[in-house]
């Protein structure tokens, strides 16, 4: 993007430059790049310069990748500035009005240019029939379950993703040996299974409606518990507590989910996003509903857990991914201290504060964020 | 996952063969003693001895080295075993009243001990019969060719060996009542066979002695009674060498001789009848030896027979001849016992020379030339469990100085170390001098550490060291008591040394730290105390320095309320020569020591409990630091081990998970009859069924930090390594915890000279926490090159290469759920591998092992060696923890087994089977100690010439899972099948014989047609005899 954009000059080099727009009207200003303010400020300053001092607003600038991201807190704040180049396009809208399925970094609807991005801002209801249900703000939304791999799995089985990054919620759930009765050339076949026994009222399982008692456990990442103990399954799943993916076979088959509706808006949250293992096609991909929460984007290194090393005399730090980042840590002396709630985080627009992090701010931010709290020793 | 799934490595056939060459898993020796045997036997021949267990084994011993096992198909209890004198075959009669034939056959030059035939006596179908068929004696003729098996019936019978085979001249007990007189009879049987005694000079008579009391001295070839003897009710009998005469010993404690004389047909009067420990009523003599001397007098041995009231519970066996009278006190049942005597028929004496008394727990030799009857150490069979073990330390490769000297205070402590005397010494053993020396050093419960030999395949005690003798407890008084019950009449003596009662549980050792060049030792035990013990080869006579470590570092809130200290003695203590203490640390609270430590060249030990760990000054007698690792909301450790509140707990959760059970079975649902589906009605019934038995249930959760016990220090470690900087290494110690939290210490060790001025310092390096929060059970550091660092004055006396101090260094810490390499001195993780996550498996006992490959001696590679709760070993590369091998070693349900496992660190490992007895197995191609010997045997018309492709023998107990990797089933497979094909119409179906098809696709040698030809022969001989059988008159069918 920006390639007809001209080469900054020195002298612009600490200044940001501005372009702020809401409705037709556009504002230019710029900002210091070394002493950005708080959020707060700047949100006043945005409505003192388009005049309108009691409007709420939803604030969005427009990334490198040409993706709309939302500016609601000092952190996404202090990112949009650094990260201009030079040129800062925010789209300022009406918080009653707002489109929220707009921000995000959706494969398939990505907008590459920000004319893209303003055509949908400009016309928020021309390709929509209805508008979408407002989940709640973007500060209070956080995966905290999903269902995954639903295009390479039987219908009869789901793949649960439990989201457990140190939150105080409990997993909450107890599991059983049992068995299932298999229909076999034979004729009926009982096999033992591992089954889900209880759960905890309140808990991080119970609250995701995505499994339930007697739900027949069949894998735990990925690996086959059939042949196992239950004191075996026990372990491997509190070992993959922080990061744990099960795949059961609903007890109660009614409501599974229905994969063929296209609107994709079936009430549950059907969160499909890239396959876990990584073999989920683009075709597949294609499927699957239009508005993508891909908001936690499940490789491999989000599932590694950081261990915590205090240095004695220089206080925590995380310890990075491998050897090779070693250096990268290291070269960061002073780190952020992230709160496990990113308030950057929208609601079901799609918004990814992973790649942001990602992409942007180096690799030391994601420790931070993939474990969501920091352990205090 | 993935990465997990790459990672793997594939089928490198380059990679296979250095597998191969390294690794290899063979359960090789059991040492120790056999839980609980059961039967035991005597080759004077062939001067072996072979002990039967409860679980079906059959273990020979002869030389030291010598040993053989065998494992019977079905566990069930060994009751009898007899040898066949001199033919290397012995029987064997089992619980299930099963006779097993024996035989020890050489294979690759080496003897194993294989089963040839089984018999079980037939019953009259229909009626119960089985207990009347049951057989309660077996009488092997000396000329070995006729088996007389006397039954609960009261019937005896007879078999043809070695072909077992039922010969049809059985003898009913109608045909004994014909010469019984008339005021005997009282309609009464004569009871079950308890007794049957071939005539010592007669060999065509035996001595038939009845349960009621009836004995008949039985002309096998007449069929005809020869005389009759009408005693009282019958425990056993004994021949005297003559013939002239017979002992017979009774269930009312007494024992008679009995004259046999051809006058008198029917005796009423013993010669001579005595109750040995009466008046008062006594119990029965079970069993009776009479053994005549050259010097005069008959020696009697019998076992029983104790005064009932006064002395009932004791388990004795007494020997007698004239005046001398001695009554062996045990600690365990008597099994068995023999005397190994001359069995010459030409010699005019028995003259015994030893009596060999098997015990429950132990095997107690007497020498019974030697006067005053003393005891003879046995070079095998230790009873490791004298005292409960409870834990073990392994030295491999110990420096020569340091063995001759452990040896030399061993024989101080017990002169009678020599095993010349050895009267079982049957066997060669052909396996070479071990080229190391090693030592296992056990802990016991009664605060003495064992130090035993176990470079080769006997497990040789050398020495005991003993702890309990600094600290002030009451078993002095109680030794000063039983001394003075001694005087008493019987003369009992103490003898053997199983000791199952501890005097204070707080003396058990728990943790074992040794350095091997500097003879140094620290032994830590339940009640906090950590010894810190130097070699000495002098007697000694000094004070123990006593240190006191406060872990909880005033932590408040916190109150113990386990057990109180052991208290040391005041004064100075006589040490004999041995080990001596020269300090005790005491840690406070006095919880159980988890972890101990010993660094020799910086004099210092580290040690850890649940409640903290600390470093201490050996030398300079200082604590240098003190930590406490508790958790604030850990109460659990406060409680001390003698806490029920878990307990309670569960055990309240329980009764009412059972209430609610109840409940919901009372009121079962209407099963609707729906003919829409069975699966629906099927699925309730599983659903009922599976409500009838209590779920278990697992929590899911994560770990958490307040999880009870997360305190307790689980694994200790000193090195020298770069903590602070990548430029200065310098000593560090690193401790890991419970809850998943390691400590990484750097240490300001003074130089050699300046120990005694200057004091050690720690400071707080790193701390590390795992965010799995799995317990931490080992750290190691290892190199530059990956290998781990060589331990104390190794490399100071040129024993070792020196570690790469140029290359990064870094740290292994294996948690319970996966293991982790760290970059030092960042800390920044390298590589892992989650073992639980992916295997569902947790990790049990870790060790670094170095393999040598079988093919070149040069090449070695050091290896992660990983005991799981699922008893599985894996073996993981290091430092890359790319997994190897995997074995079975122990069933999953053998938690003791799993939690005795002790690496080694040559690949070999010990675990108990049983509370007396290791396990050795070796994970290493190249390093195995495995029995090697040979029995020379000579037999007439030798039954194995096709059992040599019989399987080889299992490895023992029949406690664990035997190999189907072994090298046994692999190249012995085909022959398996073979020898099924061969054997199965010899063995037990002898009708099948006729459809018997040589189905094996192997190559077939001309022997194995002869073989199998021979074995066809048989068969049908078999056949002949069953049919025969089967025509009987209905009157001799057995009932």
Redesign the interface.
């Known amino acids: 993007m920006n390639k007809n954009h001209r080469v900054p000059s020195n002298r612009t080099l600490n200044a940001v430059e501005v372009k702020s727009k809401f409705g037709a009207e556009f504002r230019r200003f710029s900002l210091d790049r070394s002493k950005p303010g708080r959020f707060d400020e700047f949100y006043g300053l945005l409505q003192h310069v388009h005049r309108i001092p009691n409007v709420d607003l939803l604030v969005g600038y427009a990334d490198v990748h040409g993706d709309l991201l939302p500016i609601n807190n000092d952190d996404n704040y202090h990112k949009a500035i650094s990260m201009a180049a030079p040129l800062l396009r925010l789209f300022l809208q009406r918080k009653e009005e707002a489109d929220y399925s707009a921000f995000g970094t959706d494969t398939v609807t990505r907008k590459k240019t920000p004319a893209a991005l303003a055509a949908v801002l400009l016309r928020p209801d021309a390709n929509k029939k209805k508008p979408p249900i407002i989940i709640s703000l973007p500060k209070d939304f956080r995966p905290v379950s999903s269902i995954i791999d639903v295009d390479i799995l039987p219908e009869t089985h789901r793949r649960v993703r439990l989201y457990?990054h140190g939150q105080e919620k409990?997993?909450?759930?107890?599991?059983?040996?049992?068995?299932s009765?298999r229909?076999t050339p034979q004729g009926?076949e009982?096999v033992p299974g591992i089954f889900i026994?209880?759960m905890v009222p309140g808990g991080l399982a119970e609250s995701t409606g995505l499994l339930a008692v007697n739900d027949e456990v069949l894998e735990v990442?990925?690996?086959e518990?059939s042949g196992?103990?239950?004191?075996?399954?026990?372990?491997?799943?509190?070992?993959?507590?922080?990061n744990?993916i099960i795949t059961v076979k609903p007890a109660n088959q009614r409501n599974n989910v229905v994969r063929s509706s296209g609107g994709g808006s079936s009430g549950r949250s059907s969160d499909s996003s890239t396959s876990f293992?990584?073999y989920s096609t683009p075709g597949s991909m294609a499927m699957t509903p239009s508005h993508i929460i891909q908001n936690y984007e499940p490789d491999?290194e989000s599932e590694e857990?950081?261990?915590?090393?205090?240095?004695?005399d220089r206080g925590a730090k995380l310890?990075?991914?491998?050897?090779a980042?070693?250096t990268a840590?290291?070269s960061m002396p002073t780190l952020p201290r992230y709160e496990p709630h990113l308030d950057l985080r929208p609601s079901n627009g799609t918004m990814s504060t992973r790649s942001l992090n990602a992409h942007d701010m180096g690799l030391e931010g994601r420790n931070l964020e993939e474990?969501g709290t920091v352990?205090t020793? | 996952?993935?990465?997990f799934r790459f990672r793997r490595q594939g089928n490198d056939p380059h990679r296979e063969k250095i597998k191969q060459d390294l690794f290899a898993f063979n359960k090789t020796v059991e040492h120790g003693f056999p839980n609980q045997p059961s039967a035991l036997a005597y080759d004077p021949k062939l001067q072996l001895m072979a002990i039967g267990t409860k679980s079906g084994a059959i273990k020979i011993y002869g030389a030291p080295g010598v040993e053989m096992t065998g494992l019977h198909k079905d566990t069930a209890a060994v009751t009898q075993i007899h040898f066949l004198y001199g033919q290397g075959r012995i029987l064997s009669l089992l619980d299930d009243n099963t006779i097993h034939l024996w035989e020890i056959v050489q294979r690759e030059n080496r003897s194993h001990l294989v089963e040839v035939h089984s018999f079980n006596l037939p019953g009259k179908p229909g009626i119960e019969s089985t207990s009347a068929t049951r057989v309660t004696v077996m009488l092997l003729k000396l000329s070995c060719e006729l088996l007389a098996l006397g039954t609960e019936g009261g019937g005896v019978h007879f078999l043809e060996l070695p072909t077992l085979t039922l010969l049809n001249k059985s003898l009913f007990q109608d045909e004994i009542m014909q010469s019984v007189p008339e005021e005997y009879k009282c309609g009464k049987s004569l009871g079950p066979v308890e007794s049957l005694q071939e005539h010592p000079q007669d060999s065509d008579k035996i001595l038939i002695g009845y349960s009621r009391g009836l004995v008949v001295l039985w002309d096998l070839n007449c069929r005809h009674v020869d005389n009759l003897f009408l005693g009282k009710q019958l425990e056993s009998l004994v021949w005297e060498r003559s013939g002239n005469s017979f002992v017979s010993s009774h269930s009312d404690g007494g024992y008679m001789v009995w004259a046999v004389s051809s006058s008198n047909p029917c005796t009423h009067d013993p010669i001579s009848s005595t109750i040995p420990y009466g008046p008062f009523p006594c119990k029965a003599v079970n069993k009776i030896l009479w053994r005549t001397t050259e010097s005069g007098a008959p020696l009697v041995l019998f076992s029983g027979g104790m005064p009932r009231a006064s002395y009932g519970d004791r388990h004795c066996l007494t020997i007698l001849q004239d005046s001398s009278h001695v009554t062996l006190d045990f600690t365990s049942r008597v099994i068995d016992f023999f005397t190994i005597h001359c069995t010459d028929r030409e010699k005019e004496f028995d003259d015994p020379s030893a009596l060999v008394v098997l015990l429950e727990e132990e095997l107690v030799v007497i020498d019974l030339q030697m006067a005053g009857w003393p005891t003879v150490p046995a070079p095998y069979l230790a009873p490791l469990h004298s005292s409960a073990v409870t834990c073990s330390c392994h030295i491999s490769n110990v420096p020569p100085k340091l063995w001759e000297r452990v040896v030399s205070v061993g024989q101080q402590q017990c002169p009678l170390q020599d095993y010349e005397n050895w009267p079982i010494c049957g066997g060669k053993n052909l396996a070479a001098d071990p080229k190391q020396k090693e030592l296992l050093l056990t802990g016991h419960e009664d605060g003495t550490v064992r130090f035993w030999d176990a470079s080769g395949v006997s497990l040789k005690p050398l020495y005991k060291l003993s702890t309990a003798n600094i600290f002030q407890t009451d078993c002095e008084h109680n030794d000063s008591l039983t001394q003075a019950g001694e005087e008493e009449w019987p003369p009992f003596r103490k003898v053997g040394c199983f000791d199952p009662y501890s005097d204070d549980p707080r003396l058990a050792i728990q943790k074992i730290s040794v350095c091997k060049y500097s003879g140094k030792l620290v032994v830590a035990g339940t009640a906090g105390q950590v010894i810190v013990l130097v070699l000495s080869d002098e007697k000694s006579d000094h004070m123990i320095d006593v240190a006191t470590v406060d872990l909880l570092q005033d932590r408040e809130g916190f109150t113990w309320k386990g057990h109180d200290r052991l208290p040391p003695k005041s004064g100075s203590v006589v040490f004999a020569p041995g080990f001596q203490p020269v300090v005790l640390v005491q840690c406070m609270p006095p919880a159980a020591v988890t972890a101990v430590t010993l660094h020799a060249e910086w004099n210092l030990i580290a040690f850890g409990t649940s409640h903290g760990f600390g470093l201490f000054d050996y030398h300079r007698r200082s604590p240098v630091l003190a930590r406490c690792t508790l958790h604030p909301n850990d109460s659990l450790a406060m409680e001390g081990p003698l806490s029920r509140v878990k307990s309670l707990k569960k055990s309240l959760r329980q009764s009412f998970r059972r209430i609610r059970k109840s409940r919901v079975s009372g009121k079962k649902r209407v099963v609707v009859n729906s003919p829409t589906s069975?699966?629906q009605e099927?699925?309730a019934q599983?659903a009922e069924h599976?409500a009838e038995v209590t779920?278990?249930?697992?929590?899911?959760?994560?770990?958490s930090?307040d999880d009870s016990l997360s305190g307790v220090v689980r694994c200790l470690c000193f090195a020298d390594t770069f903590l602070r900087d990548g430029t200065h290494h310098g000593p560090t110690m690193w401790a890991g915890t419970n809850s998943g939290?390691v400590y990484a210490y750097a240490l300001d060790v003074p130089s050699q000279e300046k120990f005694s001025e200057q004091s050690v310092e720690a400071?707080?390096?790193?701390?590390?926490?795992?965010?799995?929060r799995?317990p931490v059970v080992s750290i190691a550091v290892l190199d530059g090159r990956g290998n781990p660092l060589p331990e104390p004055y190794e490399v100071s006396r040129d024993l070792a290469k020196a570690p790469d101090m140029q290359g990064s260094h870094s740290v292994l810490i294996v948690s319970e759920?996966?293991f982790?390499v760290?970059?030092l001195p960042?800390?920044?993780?390298?590589t892992k591998f989650?073992l639980?996550?992916?295997?569902?498996?947790?990790v049990r006992k870790v060790a670094l092992s170095n393999f040598t490959s079988v093919s070149s001696e040069e090449y070695s590679e050091n290896a992660l060696v990983c005991l799981t709760?699922?008893g599985d070993i894996h073996v993981f590369s290091v430092p890359a923890l790319r997994p190897q091998v995997h074995y079975d070693c122990i069933r999953k349900e053998d938690i003791s087994g799993i939690a005795s496992c002790l690496f080694t660190k040559t690949g070999q490992g010990f675990y108990l089977i049983s509370p007396s007895e290791y396990e050795r197995f070796s994970l290493s191609a190249r390093v195995i100690t495995e029995p090697l010997c040979r029995v020379d045997v000579e037999r007439p018309h030798d039954l194995s010439a096709h059992s040599s492709s019989s399987p080889l023998p299992t490895q023992a107990n029949g406690t664990h899972r035997t190999q189907a990797e072994s090298k046994a089933a692999e190249t012995e497979g085909l022959f398996d099948e073979m020898r099924s094909a061969l054997s199965s119409p010899v063995l037990d179906s002898p009708n099948s014989s006729a459809d018997v098809t040589l189905d094996t696709t192997g190559e077939l040698t001309v022997e194995d047609v002869k073989d199998f030809l021979m074995s066809v022969d048989e068969a049908e001989n078999n056949y002949r005899n069953m049919t025969e059988e089967d025509g009987r008159p209905p009157g001799i069918l057995i009932n």
């Open positions: 457990k409990p997993l909450g759930f107890y599991i059983r040996d049992g068995s009765v229909v009926l009982k026994s209880r990442n990925g690996i518990v196992k103990s239950l004191d075996q399954v026990t372990d491997m799943m509190i070992a993959n507590s922080h744990l293992y990584g491999e857990e950081e261990d915590l090393v205090i240095e004695a310890i990075p991914q491998a050897g980042r070693a840590s290291t474990e352990i020793l | 996952m993935m990465k069975k699966v099927a699925n599983l599976d779920p278990v249930q697992r929590r899911i959760e994560p770990r930090a939290s400071l707080l390096g790193k701390e590390i926490q795992l965010m799995h799995a759920e996966q982790k760290f970059m960042k800390v920044s993780a390298k989650k639980t996550a992916h295997e569902g498996c947790r709760n699922l």
